[in-house]
């Protein structure tokens, strides 16, 4: 067979069939977002690839190799679109999972911030809404106002407090060093997307020593909270796990997330 009669009658269908298990060795690959429909396509190509080199070959009518190959392509658009479809849904719910995640996240560390400053005063934590919120908006926390340098003598002596000066003042929680004026007081309690659910919060002490005892708090959400309608939406399963911030076992405020 001359060289001009192989490429015309073999090269497409053997680039066809190349190309089909490109597809396929990459839909195998570890790590990778195509789904089972992008298999599917690859071999679908593949099988049009032989169906076309039987045909050259004299092994099947023309007319059975046209409706055959009719068929392969039409499957292998509609798979292929399928698999299309499948990465834009996962792509589109990896994001809304990560903007929630991220939202209930900043809520966490909002909890935090009055669960610190609640310990600044009453050297404790906090392990109720109730509690927390009245103390955010009707006490006080103390700072100290220093005015000059604690290593320029002369400014101690002259007693001129407009040159130095340490005292103890009182100021209201909200708007202090320790939560914003437009710290979300209202929206404390509850978790974004979760409709009405509200964080779970405990506090408590721990042991470290005979002599030593460290207040310690945690502030929880479930994902299913803020992610089950979004899971049902997509089609995917959640973990049974939560979202936190401080741990009853250790004495830390950081969060769980990473």
Partial sequence: MNVKLFISKFLFPIVLGFFGLLMLINSLKPGQHQTVLFMLASIVLMSSSVLMILLSLGKIS?????????????????????NFRSIQNDIRYEKAWKSRYELVKKRLEKIREAQLAFREVKGKYCNNFDELIRFIKTDSVKLVLKIGDDEDTLAML?????????????????????????????????????????????????????????PVFEASAKFHLFLSDLAKTFDKMLPDSSIRVGSMVEPTTNGNWK
């Fill in 158 to 214: 002259s007693k001129d407090k407009t040159r130095w000066l340490r005292d103890t003042v009182w100021r209201p929680v909200l708007g202090s060093k320790f939560l914003p004026k437009d710290y979300p007081l209202d929206s404390l309690r509850f978790i974004p997307f979760g409709d009405t659910a509200r964080f779970v919060l405990q506090s408590g002490f721990i042991k470290l020593s005979e002599e030593d005892s460290q």
């Fill in 62 to 82: 023309m007319a059975m190799a046209r409706n055959l190959l009719g068929l392969f392509i039409v499957l292998a658009l509609l798979l292929a679109y399928g």
